[in-house]
């Protein structure tokens, strides 16, 4: 057992064992494998344990996995270990997990069909694929494509993209991609559009040649070859299209599910429009032809829109409206032969049924004649050596030669279409090369297989033996290239299998020999098959249950082929007479079908140049009938010379392959079927690429490479200075078997499975090395924790036990303090509490004893009281008994002598009646009359008493009489009174009901009232209340009130300022865009007359004469562009009149399509400008809104003009003391010579100082004036702004304290808003009325203006003394106008007082200015002045000279200061020097040489001041000249060098200053603010060159695209190595195996660039661009578009490679841009805007380093990451890759909740950012503070013949 076996097949190994559902299935070793075991111990990825036995004859163990840092590669040909499960696997991984559809596997891009649309086709993938290596790019077409165009452009040599694969896998869709790369990179899009055309057939192809089968609804059943030609120039000039083995049979017949060939279903779906009525049709279940497979309809697709689509790419390619009518025709004519019924009429015989209506339709749509077809269709002519004879047939076979008919007629259409097609496609022009793409059918195996699939099959040997020999080859040439010892590798070599079909003897030849037979059979056949293979080849193979079949074994499978039908499909014979029939139709085009057969035909049967494959040769002449059988080839010859032209055509070029590949057979989206995946990957050669790969050493490493991967597994000592001896020291050391590894010259080579046993030991080495890291960081975190914690539990003990001892002292001390306190206390409380007790004690005796006293005081008194009221009750009780007692006897007593009484008289009664009761009774008597006498005496006793009683009672009567008496009368007088009263009451009673009423009513009217009072007090507190709470809502509203408008003016200034800026922001975004469309069509228009040029250069080279140099009146300037190059267009017009005649083998449509667009572009360029300065005026017209700023202009203003007066006081004063010096010396010195001749000069000079002293005088009183209109207007605003301020109401509001008076306040408040409203309203229309106003004065002013400039122009031709007194006299003038209409106008109208006051001040501010200037200008003149006197007085000491010569010498002094007078910033030249000027300061000044020690810009200071002379002269033809020779110079010289950053640079930099140098002299306001005093005198006085300004401001941003151009092409390929492969930061990232497609390495070798190659680049570009004086804003904008070319290039490629996106290379991104932040800090450029640029950029490293499993780092991801789009997170999360074992892939979970989450947002779907975008450029006015006259010439300018002015 070696050593790897004992490192691979240990525990926890995984490997792949056999599956039947998914082919493969991972597994795990639960123990280690030892020699000799029969089976092995495993654990599946579900956990279930199982046991894999061995074979106990070969004993091969599994395959191992590979480790998952390799899963996943572009490149299978990486993988360690290569055999079938790791490839499937890695594709399964890409494809489900990455959404990657493309991978390679060495020279083979495999592309698996997504079933999805994919946005990873645009112009910007192609962009970004353009100019790359193969391998430094992820796998795509573009990258196949990209590899063929520039192998073609290299090598010379002719390419070829083979695209094969299954029916369903993408085979066109990628060659449809492939040629649209091509297209776009050769830069045809705006020539002939040969790929538009291309693509405009595949509708017509997919028509005619596509159908529905069971596997795609769009499979091809065609093969096809499309060369397209190139020119020297590599640029798309043609195409070719090739058709293979078109299956004609597909015609006549198809299998369920299926449909016949596009065309007819769209025509049967269109049978309703008018245009297809005349072709009888109708459902496609109606023809039988198109109803077999069951399955007319395809879901999604609508026949009639396809057919449209099918008609306009006719039309594209140039088949008119008749000829598609006439294929219309044939195909329903072939759709009308299928439904004609063919019916015995006995055994050996048929019949057609007379009128038959197919037939009928037939005949009419062809052109034949009915009779003749029907007897053909069911008779054969048959001819021998001595006659002719007609033979019947029966029905079966004349229904098979209807059919043959039909395909016949089809193929014949097919073949007409291609080669119209192809006629469409070529060009007259020569072709130098071509690139073929080969979209042909793969392998094919289906239940029932025929000839078609044998003939697919049999090509796809040939095509796989081709590409065997070329894996074979390159592999050879590798190995001999590195001198690698070559030993012969066995792959599978299919040539026997090919012998078995195509040699001598052979399948096709015993095919072709039985078809020759006059009774072949495919029985017979099928025998001979059997007798001739069967023993001999071991490829061939007889089924079991079946005599007419047989089986060959094919290099992807064995497949078994039926062999009904192989017989009829390769004779593929048709009636002659049926076709002699059709050749005699009066149908055109079918006549022009069947003559195409009677050319020649090439060995592929087809016409040259023509597509057409399969095509039956007839050959109907007479002289050639004899032998058209003998020359009459079959299908399956025709194929085979066909398909070995194509194999010459394919060794003949250097070919690429693209193996595409059908997933699963349901067409789900990124849906993986692994059994067929497999069966695939077998069959298209992929898996033999593989096995080739790994029968030698398929893993290669550089030194450099193997070195930085594996530098963990060396020591220090085996490092050493020799990498390659380094490396083979270890390996030696590592691997002990040599075999396993080879050194070649630059690489080292691998067996299979080495890569991933050194990953092994690295990731242990690793795994080891972190293991002892963490346990050493661990243990020193645990000391220094413990430690630490120690220390603190030390600290804490120390202060504690500190902290615990002095609480206990203190405890003692408070504890004796507390004893000796608590005693004395505890005393202290004792005592005082005794004492309170003992008082207390001592007042609750005294108050208890007291109370005691009380209660036994009021207990005797009760008593006493009790005792009394006692007796007395019980007295009273007494009392009361006692007369109850007497009062109850006495009524006893009454009761019983009552009783008595009655029984007494009772017996009376009877005693009465008897005399013993008289006698009784007179006994009685006496004693009762004694009684009687007794009562009686009693009784008078007490009638004495009684009278006694009643006397007193009468006399008390008496008394009371008397009384009552007294009282009667008083009341008998009363009775009167009241009598009298009754008349009274009466009245008074009736008065009293009067009143009672009125009381009821007064009560009512009262209770109404109380009601009301009720109802109005309510009222009234409501009120109040209502009031209190109004007032209280008023304060409140008043304080919101003032708070709100507070807020508002907060609010409403925010708000103006936000929509200020928003507006301004809005206004920049459209000018920008506006810019950035301007600046486009710039572009095109410069590259449009770079084509124009070039044209113009191909004319001259063609001996054409040149045009004659017209010239073009400025006022032509403003038109387009056409006032850029005014003698160039005239020179270029002239051009292509004279070139009409002599050019006719060119393009004349181009040239009109140029001009047409030129003219276009022009009219958009002018309405952009338009448009562009109406934006300009709007944002002008937004700020003037802005009143603060007009208030502070305005009193910048004011305070100008106050400077201004001062400093002219000053210069006045100053000049009066000079003037006075002057005269007093002038007149002293007249005195003393009074009789010189000298003196008429004094007293000029004295008569100019007087008239300059009345001129001052004249100013000064105007300042005056000036001064005071300041004064009065300045108070009148001031008035205004008080007036107008807003009342402060407070004060007064809150002194309304009373409802009333807040009611008032509150009417009062609404009556002022009215008045306000109506104050508002007037004055709108008063400002209306002003504005109209305002309005007619701005016409006036701009009349007057106008005049003035008329005068101006007047004046300027007059002597100085004449214009001075001829604009004095204006001024007088018009000041006597404007104060004659000040008198005749209102004087109440103040506003417009004002305005005119304004204008006067703009007018005396005018004056000021001019003034300003008159004093300079006399300021020199008295310099002058005084310098002569001097002169002249040094004359006249001298006295020397003769009276005559004092007479002359007056005339002297006048010219000799010339040469002393300041130089005025011109230069002088000869017009015929101009062209010199321009060659030596434009076409011959290198800025390397003589311009570095210029002065910024001198070349651009120079050519104004020469424009400046031009101006002062007024002469506009010298003027218009110098500027078109110096556009034209600037435009020639960056035509020529525009390839150089300093000449583009310095051209830009001198461009833009002569921009400004127009600007800042222009005399402008808006461009003088910052001159002085000398520049503003050098303002261009005659000329206004605005239009010119917009023409080299054009020009400068050309200049500006050609240098973002030349710096965009020398940092292009810095970038990606700088940024992405360098590493930075050494050690962080490994190098992992690559594979065959070896990409870039990221190790710094010599020649790769660096990120300080970057970083000096920038310096490099920032240093020239400073030493040439540009603009600081002007290099702000182009390092800003230098960070976007770095941030966008970088952030395409790491989106277009899996191996960038590691968490490693983010971290080291994120340092590269820190560089570069850093580099911009120390240019200090980090606040315009080149950082943001970055963003995307920062965003995706930073996405890289993430954390990306919870929602939580979802959200992270989805708040960080702003700057980038969906599908930018998305595909850098799906490339993510881990580098080491240690880090873990993105979950496709994980991937999904990003896109949920970011499903809302509203971006672009676009995958990469665009690199070719250029930000508008704008050039910010930047005055010169350089004085002109002051600019010296050097010599080496060569420019002497310029003179100073």
């Not at 937004?1182 to 007066?1205: C, I, M, N, P, Q």
């Not at 007078?1461 to 800025?1487: A, H, R, S, T």
């Amino acid at each position: 057992m070696n050593r790897e076996l004992e490192y691979m097949f240990v525990k926890r190994a995984r490997v792949w064992i056999p599956d039947a559902e998914e082919v493969w299935k991972s597994a795990e070793l639960n123990k280690d494998y030892k020699n000799g075991d029969a089976s092995l111990q495993l654990m599946l990825e579900d956990g279930t344990n199982i046991e894999h036995k061995l074979d106990p004859k070969t004993k091969n163990l599994p395959y191992l996995r590979n480790p998952d840092i390799l899963v996943g590669e572009n490149d299978l040909t990486a993988l360690s270990y290569l055999h079938e499960p790791a490839v499937l696997h890695n594709l399964k991984v890409r494809f489900m997990d990455s959404k990657l559809i493309y991978t390679y596997c060495g020279i083979v891009l495999v592309a698996i069909n997504p079933y999805e649309t994919l946005g990873i086709y645009g112009s910007d993938i192609i962009n970004a694929y353009s100019g790359q290596n193969m391998g430094d790019m992820d796998p795509h077409i573009f990258a196949v494509a990209e590899e063929a165009y520039k192998q073609m452009a290299r090598d010379e040599r002719n390419q070829s993209i083979i695209v094969s694969g299954e029916s369903g896998a993408g085979k066109t869709v990628s060659a449809k991609y492939a040629m649209r790369y091509f297209a776009t990179v050769s830069g045809s899009t705006s020539e002939a559009n040969v790929e538009q055309k291309v693509l405009a057939s595949n509708p017509i192809m997919e028509a005619i040649g596509n159908a529905k089968t069971t596997r795609n609804d769009n499979s091809s059943r065609f093969g096809k070859y499309i060369e397209i030609g190139f020119d020297t120039r590599y640029r798309i000039i043609g195409a070719n299209m090739r058709t293979y083995l078109l299956e004609k049979s597909r015609v006549v017949f198809q299998a369920d599910e299926e449909r016949n060939y596009h065309i007819f279903y769209q025509l049967c779906a269109s049978s309703h429009l008018p245009e297809f009525k005349m072709l009888k049709l109708s459902s496609a279940n109606d023809f039988l032809y198109t109803r077999q497979g069951r399955s007319p309809v395809i879901d999604g697709v609508d026949d009639t829109k396809e057919l449209s689509s099918t008609r306009k790419a006719f039309t594209l390619l140039g088949i008119n409206e008749s000829n598609q009518m006439g294929l219309f025709q044939v195909l329903a004519a072939i759709l009308h032969l299928g439904n004609v019924e063919i019916k015995d009429r006995d055994s050996d015989s048929s019949i057609i049924p007379p009128n038959n209506g197919h037939l009928t339709a037939f005949c009419d749509l062809v052109g034949v004649t009915y009779q003749d077809m029907s007897q053909w269709l069911c008779h054969r002519k048959l001819k021998t050596a001595t006659e002719t004879y007609i033979k019947t047939l029966p029905r079966l076979q004349a229904t098979n030669a209807r059919d043959a008919l039909s395909k016949h007629i089809y193929a014949k259409l097919f073949n007409w279409i291609v080669e119209h097609v192809n006629k469409a496609l070529i060009t007259n022009f020569k072709q130098h090369s071509f690139i073929g793409v080969l979209d042909i059918y793969g392998f094919e195996t289906f239940e029932i297989n025929s000839f078609e699939q044998f003939c697919i099959n049999y090509a796809n040997e040939k095509l796989q033996q081709q590409f065997n020999m070329h894996v074979f080859k390159l592999e050879q040439e590798e190995y001999m290239k590195e001198q690698i010892p070559w030993t012969l590798i066995d792959f599978y070599d299919n040539q026997p299998c090919i012998n078995l079909i195509e040699a001598k003897m052979g399948i096709l030849d015993l095919l072709d020999e039985e078809c020759k037979m006059p009774k072949g059979s495919d029985d017979s056949w099928a025998q001979k098959l059997y007798n001739t293979h069967l023993k001999t080849c071991s490829l061939f193979e007889k089924p079991r249950m079946s005599n007419r079949a047989f089986i060959i074994q094919h290099f992807a499978d064995k497949v078994e082929y039926q062999c009904e039908g192989f017989l009829e499909k390769n004779k593929d014979t048709v009636n002659e007479e049926q076709i002699n029939v059709l050749k005699a139709s009066k149908f055109p085009l079918l006549v022009e079908l069947f003559h195409d057969g009677e050319k020649a035909i090439s060995p592929t049967g087809q016409v040259p140049g023509t597509g057409g494959r399969t095509r039956l040769s007839i050959k109907p002449e007479k002289g050639r009938e004899k032998s058209s059988k003998e020359h009459k080839k079959t299908v399956g010859c025709q194929f085979r010379n066909s398909l070995q032209m194509l194999m010459e055509t394919l060794n003949a070029t250097t070919p690429h392959y693209v193996r595409c590949i059908k997933p699963n057979d349901f067409k789900l989206a990124f849906s993986f079927d692994p059994k067929r995946a497999v069966q695939q990957l077998r069959a298209c050669g992929v898996l033999e690429t593989i096995r080739i790969s790994a029968a030698g050493f398929p893993s290669r490493w550089t030194y450099q490479e193997f070195f930085s991967r594996y530098r963990v597994l060396m020591k220090q000592k085996d490092v050493l200075p020799d990498r390659r001896l380094t490396c083979r020291n270890v390996l030696e050391h590592l691997v002990q078997d040599q075999d396993k590894y080879q050194f070649g010259k630059t690489k080292i080579f691998f067996r299979a499975g080495q890569v991933a046993y050194l990953e092994k030991l690295r990731a242990e080495k690793l795994r080891a090395a972190c293991i002892r890291i963490q346990k050493t960081i661990r243990c020193w975190l645990a000391r220094k924790k413990y430690l630490r914690k120690r220390s603190a539990a030390i600290t804490i003990q120390r202060f504690t036990r500190g902290h615990q001892a002095r609480r206990l002292a203190k405890f003692m001390r408070r504890t004796q303090a507390a004893t000796t306190i608590q005693k004395y206390q505890r005393m202290c409380v004792e005592k005082k509490r005794y004492r309170q007790k003992q008082a207390a004690a001592l007042v609750m005796q005294t108050i208890l004893r007291a109370y005691m006293a009380r209660q036994k005081y009021r207990a005797l008194l009760r008593e006493s009281k009790v005792v009394i009221i006692q007796k007395r009750v019980r007295g009273w009780l007494a009392r009361c008994w006692y007369k109850r007692c007497l009062v109850s006897l006495v009524y006893l007593q009454c009761c019983f002598r009552r009783m008595k009484a009655r029984r007494e008289l009772k017996k009376l009664k009877i005693e009465a009646r008897s005399v013993e009761h008289f006698k009784k009774l007179n006994k009685g008597m006496e004693n009762k009359i004694m009684q009687l006498q007794r009562k009686l005496d009693e009784q008078n006793k007490e009638n004495r008493l009684v009278n006694e009683r009643l006397a007193g009672l009468e006399n008390t009567y008496t008394t009371e009489s008397e009384r009552m008496r007294g009282e009667l009368s008083r009341l008998r007088g009363a009775e009167e009174d009241a009598k009298n009263k009754g008349h009274q009451v009466t009245s008074l009673l009736e008065e009293l009901e009067k009143l009672r009423k009125e009381l009821s009513s007064t009560q009512k009217e009262k209770k109404t009232i109380e009601d009301w009072a009720q109802n109005y007090r309510s009222e009234m507190e409501k009120m109040v209340s209502e009031l209190k709470d109004q007032n209280g809502s008023l304060k409140k509203e008043k304080d919101d009130l003032n708070r709100l408008i507070q807020e508002q003016s907060q609010q409403m200034t925010e708000k103006m300022a936000r929509a200020i800026l928003e507006e301004t922001q809005q206004l920049k975004t459209d000018l920008n865009e506006e810019r950035s469309r301007y600046q486009n069509l710039l572009t095109e228009h410069l590259r449009l007359e770079e084509k124009y040029d070039d044209l113009k250069e191909e004319m001259v080279s063609s001996n054409v004469p040149k045009a004659g140099h017209r010239r073009r009146d400025s006022t032509h300037s403003s038109n387009g562009s056409e006032y850029t190059y005014n003698s160039e267009y005239a020179e270029l017009e002239d051009g292509s009149r004279a070139a009409e005649d002599v050019t006719r083998g060119m393009d004349t449509s181009l040239t009109l399509k140029l001009q047409k667009r030129l003219t276009e572009l022009e009219q958009e360029k002018q309405s952009l400008r338009n448009e562009l300065e109406n934006k300009e005026d709007q944002f002008q017209r937004a700020r003037a809104r802005d009143d603060v700023e007009f208030k502070k202009a305005r009193g910048a203003e004011l305070e100008y003009e106050s400077l201004k007066r001062q400093e002219l006081e000053s210069e006045n004063k100053k000049l009066r003391h000079d003037l006075k010096e002057i005269r007093q010396s002038l007149v002293g010195n007249a005195a003393t010579g009074a009789g010189a001749p000298g003196s008429p000069a004094y007293k000029v000079v004295l008569e100019q100082l007087n008239a300059s002293c009345e001129e001052l005088e004249v100013r000064k009183e105007e300042v005056l004036i000036l001064r005071s209109q300041l004064v009065s207007q300045k108070e009148a605003m001031h008035h205004k702004e008080t007036m107008t301020e807003p009342s402060v109401y407070v004060e007064d509001v809150s002194k309304l304290k009373d409802a009333g008076e807040l009611k008032q306040a509150y009417v009062g408040l609404k009556d002022t808003n009215r008045l306000l409203e109506h104050q508002l309203q007037t004055q709108r229309r008063g400002y209306d009325s002003e504005v109209e106003s305002l309005r007619g004065e701005l016409q006036n002013v701009k009349e007057e203006n106008n005049r003035q400039q008329q005068l101006l122009a007047q004046n300027l031709q007059l002597p100085p003394e004449a214009r001075i007194e001829a604009s004095l006299q204006h001024e007088i003038t018009r000041l006597t106008n404007e104060n004659l209409e000040l008198l005749a106008e209102d004087p109440t109208a103040s506003r417009e007082a004002r305005v005119i006051i304004l204008r006067r001040m703009v007018d005396l501010m005018e004056q000021l200015e001019k003034q300003d200037r008159t004093i300079r200008k006399l300021k020199k003149q008295l310099k002058v002045y005084s310098k002569r006197i001097g002169e002249m007085g040094a004359g006249q000491t001298e006295g020397q000279t003769s009276p005559g010569q004092m007479v002359d010498e007056p005339i002297h002094p006048v010219n000799i200061p010339r040469r002393e007078k300041d130089f005025q910033g011109m230069l002088e030249y000869n017009k015929e020097d101009e062209l010199k000027l321009v060659k030596n300061l434009i076409l011959e000044l290198k800025p390397r040489g003589v311009a570095v020690n210029l002065i910024p810009g001198l070349p651009a200071y120079i050519l104004f001041m020469c424009l400046r002379h031009a101006d002062y002269v007024n002469d506009d033809q010298k003027v218009r000249t110098l500027l078109t020779s110096t556009i034209n110079s600037i435009k020639k010289i960056l035509k020529k060098r525009g390839d150089d950053f300093e000449t583009v640079s310095f051209w830009l930099s001198n461009t833009c200053r002569f921009l400004h140098c127009l600007k800042q002299y222009s005399g402008d306001e808006a461009f003088m603010k910052h001159n002085s005093p000398r520049q503003n005198e050098h303002c261009l006085s005659n000329f206004d060159l605005a239009e010119y300004r917009q023409v080299i401001s054009d020009l400068a941003i050309q200049i500006y695209q050609q240098l973002i151009k030349c710096m965009e092409n020398i940092l292009q390929p810095m970038i990606v190595s700088g940024m992405l492969e360098h590493e930075t930061i050494q050690g962080v990232s490994g190098v992992k195996p690559t594979g065959l497609r070896k990409r870039t390495s990221s190790i710094a070798d010599e020649g790769t660039y660096t990120l300080d190659s970057i970083l000096r680049q920038l310096s490099a570009f920032h240093s020239t661009m400073c030493q040439h004086g540009t603009d600081p804003e002007l290099i702000k904008q182009v390092v800003k578009q230098q960070f976007y070319i770095i941030g966008a290039v970088t952030l395409n490629n790491l989106l277009l490679r899996k191996d960038m996106c590691s968490w490693s290379k983010g971290m080291q991104i994120r340092y590269n841009v820190s560089q570069l932040e850093e580099w911009l800090r120390d240019k200090g450029l980090m606040t315009f805007g080149a950082k943001e640029t970055l963003e995307p950029l920062i965003q995706a490293a930073q996405l890289l380093q993430v954390k990306k499993k919870t929602d939580e780092d979802a959200d992270a991801i989805c708040s960080m990451c702003l700057g980038l789009t969906t599908a930018q997170i998305v595909k850098v999360l799906n490339l993510y890759t881990p580098v080491n074992e240690f880090e873990e892939r993105v979950s496709v979970s994980f991937i999904r909740t990003i896109q949920t989450r970011l499903r809302d947002r509203c971006e672009s779907p676009q995958l990469l950012m665009d690199t070719k975008m250029i930000y508008p450029v704008t050039f910010p006015f930047s005055p010169s503070s350089l004085a002109l006259e002051t600019i010296q010439i050097p010599s080496s300018l060569n420019l002497a013949f310029l003179t100073r002015v």
